[in-house]
């Protein structure tokens, strides 16, 4: 697991490192730089085609890749995009992940940005490096270009000779930097992307394989648990920690102000030792929560710093009709399956951390800096962890196993979160709150739009300061955690999604951004647009109703975009969608549309739904999908990110909320914080690609979670003439609106 | 010293009884499937089957299961020779991050052995103690079937050759 990287690749990557910085220093070639043509996706951030694709003497292929497998299936997608333009079998490529001594720094796996980012950056690279072992061999075998072909790993002449791709290469030859334009193949003539292949990583999950960071023993391992406070900012104040030091198989209690750990050798002993620990530290309460019954007004009362994102035409215009409406989203979970784990070893001076981290670099330099040791000698090693759909706690595990790795050098140490501590620390999906205003013509179209959306920042990540680290906020010399800062449009963080992708001559929308942050949040699957998407699909409904109009209809009547109209369209058609349609008494059904960050994927959904009068509760049916991902490298992979997001977003929409008392969070298991169980999943899914050969990626992984939660919404609303804006759709609030 | 039995073979181990049996699973005899969830008995991540039962491995101490039974996936067949319940989620591609996957195998194998032809919700009242937060409920409902079909032709196999 700890294998070095070949000494040439590293002196390569040095190289590489020192051409950027003498470019940098140099005025006139900067000025130059500035004018050269953007390289594709991340080959802009890292440029040297050695830095993504290495071929040695025997035609052994491996890719390094900045972006880590989170179970999105993006190894395998990647593995095709090279495998198609480099004409070699995906079986003979080695695709090494996010490492920050192996590969390029590709930021943060997040965000829907793999298949933009590093498929497009894999993509062009490979078709770079095909035509550089093309030029080779036109060299070598002294014939023209075009009378050479790369097939298998072979550049083969139309005379009939043949040169294998290891023959071919020197050290240098892949140093270069590439080239803005790549000679990509024609769609037409791909044997690999959007051709069925199945998941490298699912046999060996399936049989017992080490697959994940929790599954990492190497030799002299210890188990370690952390004792976490008993609520947030809470400090040790007295321990006598004598009794549990002797406790069987314990080898150390690890304590720095308000940080307290214990390292055994049985997983179960520091399980135990923990419990032991627990009992015995005394604690001083941090600040005391707010009311969860008045979370919302309070979060409104916050000084927020307001900016107007959409400010079109005159708005304020009043027509045949104005309706307004105020949806609210509460905190929700990450809730990984399994807490989140990490494994460090602190020897000469380094530090060696295996994470499930979305974010290698930005973590290393994180826990360099909470460590106070120089960046270089932190190592962070992606290994997969259970799916963690955002920043969950899978930096600060690791901020926790390099404390505990640095009081025990030379020992690796694994942690693991409990789940009470996964439920009750991770950081959460922030609360919102969110106000819209429209205005339709007597023809039932829309002339005025506004909207104001009031929430946290969605990103706390560890960017560099060691604050945002969980750990390092309880140490004997505390880190503070860094201010909060927004996430610029056109992404957006809370105002993610809240710029309507609607036609509307006047239109106003406000984003309030709040600095402080009652709860621990962060990123979570989709950010601000599950909420966004939510609250404007559910008023679209409102207003098609408003109109008359039926709700498709409605929508396709305010949207230009020609692959807008094509996935809205295509989900009608599957579905069987009729406007008027006469359903069985309780029974619904419900549209949604979107474009993910109104740059990414287009997802449209309809579904039929059921609700029990006597109970409230909701009965998924079927549900019917149509996606445009741009070109899609792998269909199924794609189906299976859209089912996940669906049921994911069914399982938040109709049943989740983090529960908290004024002294501390009270959700901390699943009990206290169901999820969707089976017998309540759906019917069915049936998702719907629509390929768009040639075309750029469209990131896909967040795309279905806004849709899904507003086609529920709109279904209970057909069902039952109730329309409910708060999260969750609970049973008890659906029994609550649709009265006796 | 608790000896148990776990795949057809007998382990000897020697810690503390109360130890629950997902950790000897995991740490003492290296076996990766079972995983730790929860450790409370709510999101089935850590099922095996013990004596034909899908048990929560993480809450269940090795000092009751002397001479039981204990299978985990890794005694369902290999990555070279997988069992119909592993064969049945690979062809679904019953799987996002994998993490609660093979609790949920273990959680249908015992369904499968008890009835081998359940109706779908059936299926899913069997499934309902294991959780999968990346939402891959659909798959694996559709790798059940699969798998209950495969075993069915498989058993109608072995009783044609008998004949």
């Given amino acids: 697991m700890n294998a070095m990287p070949p000494l040439t690749r590293r002196l390569l990557l040095t190289t590489g490192g020192a051409l950027v910085v003498s470019f940098a220093l140099l005025p006139k070639l900067a000025a130059l730089a500035q004018n050269v043509p953007k390289l594709p996706g991340d080959l802009d951030k890292t440029p040297m085609l050695d830095s993504w694709i290495a071929i040695d003497a025997q035609g052994r292929i491996t890719v390094f890749a900045g972006k880590a497998e989170l179970g999105q299936g993006i190894k395998t997608a990647l593995i095709q995009c090279a495998a198609e333009e480099i004409e070699v079998d995906p079986a003979g490529i080695t695709l090494i992940t996010a490492d920050t001594e192996r590969t390029p720094n590709e930021g943060y796996t997040a965000g829907s940005h793999s298949m933009q980012d590093c498929g497009t950056a894999i993509l062009n690279a490979a078709a770079q490096v095909r035509g550089i072992l093309i030029e080779l061999a036109a060299t070598r075998l002294n014939l023209p270009a075009e009378q050479l072909k790369a097939t298998q790993g072979t550049v083969v002449a139309n005379d009939g000779r043949s040169v294998r791709y290891g023959e071919l290469l020197t050290g240098q030859d892949l140093h270069r930097p590439a080239q803005p334009t790549s000679p990509l193949k024609d769609p037409k003539n791909f044997v690999v992307i959007g051709k069925p292949m199945q998941r490298v990583d699912i046999p060996g999950k399936l049989t017992g394989k080490p697959a994940y960071v929790q599954d990492m023993r190497p030799n002299g391992m210890l188990q370690a648990r952390v004792v976490r406070p008993p609520s947030y900012g809470a400090r040790l104040t007295q321990l006598d920690a004598g009794a549990v030091e002797s406790m069987p198989g314990v080898v150390k209690v690890v304590r720095d102000g308000s940080f307290l750990a214990v390292a055994a050798q049985g997983e179960f002993q520091a399980i135990d030792a923990m419990e032991a620990l627990s009992a015995l530290a005394k604690w001083e309460q941090g600040p005391v929560l707010p009311e969860q019954a008045t979370i919302y007004d309070t979060i409104r009362q916050l000084p927020s710093n307001d900016s107007t994102i959409l400010d079109k035409g005159t708005p304020g215009q009043q027509g045949a009709h104005t309706m307004r409406a105020t949806y609210h989203r509460p905190y929700q979970l990450h809730g990984s399956i399994g807490p989140s784990c990490a494994l460090a070893i602190f020897e000469a001076d380094k530090l060696t951390v295996w994470t499930h981290s979305q974010g290698v670099y930005p973590l290393r330099n994180a826990l360099a800096d909470m460590l106070h040791m120089p960046q270089q000698q932190v190592h962070c090693i992606h290994v997969e962890g259970s799916g963690c759909y955002g920043h969950n706690a899978a930096d600060d595990v690791a901020a926790d196993a390099a404390l505990i790795a640095r009081a025990l050098p030379g020992r690796p140490i694994r942690v693991q979160w409990m789940r009470e501590d996964e439920h009750g620390w991770e950081p959460f999906g922030p609360a919102m709150i969110s106000q819209a205003a429209a205005s339709l013509d007597a023809d039932g179209k829309l002339i005025d739009w506004q909207y104001d959306v009031w929430s946290n920042t969605h990103s706390t990540r560890p960017e560099g300061p060691a604050g945002n680290l969980l750990a390092a906020r309880y140490l004997a010399q505390p880190f503070a955690q860094p201010a909060p800062k927004p996430i610029p449009q056109p992404e957006g963080g809370g105002d993610r999604n809240a710029i309507p992708i609607y036609t509307v001559p006047n239109a106003r929308v406000i984003s309030h951004f709040i600095p402080q942050m009652p709860l621990r949040v962060s990123a979570l699957r989709a950010l601000g647009a599950y909420h966004n998407v939510f609250s404007i699909e559910s008023f679209m409904d409102e207003l098609a109703h408003a109109a008359g109009a039926d709700p498709v209809e409605f929508r396709l009547r305010h949207l230009d975009d020609s692959r807008a109209h094509d996935v809205v369209t295509m989900a009608a058609k599957e579905f069987g969608w009729q406007p008027d349609a006469k359903l069985p008494r309780g029974h619904g059904r419900g549209f949604a549309f979107a474009r993910y960050k109104n740059l990414a994927a287009y997802c449209a959904l309809a579904l039929e739904l059921e609700v029990e009068h006597e109970t409230g509760a909701v009965k998924l049916g079927r549900i019917v999908v149509a996606v445009d991902s741009g070109q899609a490298v792998n269909h199924d992979g794609i189906r299976n990110q859209i089912e996940g997001a669906i049921v994911q977003s069914a399982s938040w929409t109709l049943y989740e909320e983090v529960t908290f008392g004024r002294d501390g969070i009270t959700s901390r298991d699943w009990s206290s914080f169901p999820m969707m169980r089976f017998p309540a999943a759906p019917e069915s899914i049936e998702v719907h690609v629509i390929d768009r050969p040639g075309e750029k990626f469209l990131g896909t992984g967040e795309a279905g979670q806004g849709p899904a939660a507003a086609a529920i919404a709109n279904a209970i609303a057909d069902a039952t003439g109730a329309r409910l804006r708060e999260l969750p759709l609970t049973a008890a609030r659906i029994k609550a609106a649709i009265g006796i | ?163």
């Fill in chain 2, 1 to 163: 010293m608790t000896v148990l039995n776990v795949n057809g073979q007998q382990h000897r181990i020697d810690v503390d009884p109360r130890t629950p049996l997902l950790y000897v699973l995991r740490n003492e005899l290296k076996l990766n499937a079972a995983k730790f969830g929860c450790g409370l008995g709510q999101c089935g991540a850590c099922t095996v089957l013990v004596d034909h039962e899908p048990v929560f491995s993480c809450i269940l101490p090795i000092s009751v299961l002397e001479g039981r039974y204990i299978r985990t996936v890794e005694g369902l067949g290999s990555e070279g020779r997988p069992g119909p319940v592993q064969s049945a989620f690979i062809e679904e591609q019953a799987a996002q991050c994998g993490y609660c996957i093979p609790g949920m195998m273990m959680r249908a194998q015992g369904l499968l052995e008890h009835n081998a032809s359940p109706s779908d919700a059936q299926i899913r009242d069997a499934m309902a103690p294991n959780l999968c937060r990346c939402g891959t409920q659909m798959r694996i409902l559709r790798a059940v079937r699969r798998a209950a079909k495969a075993m069915m032709a498989d058993a109608g196999t072995i009783q044609e050759t008998a004949k």
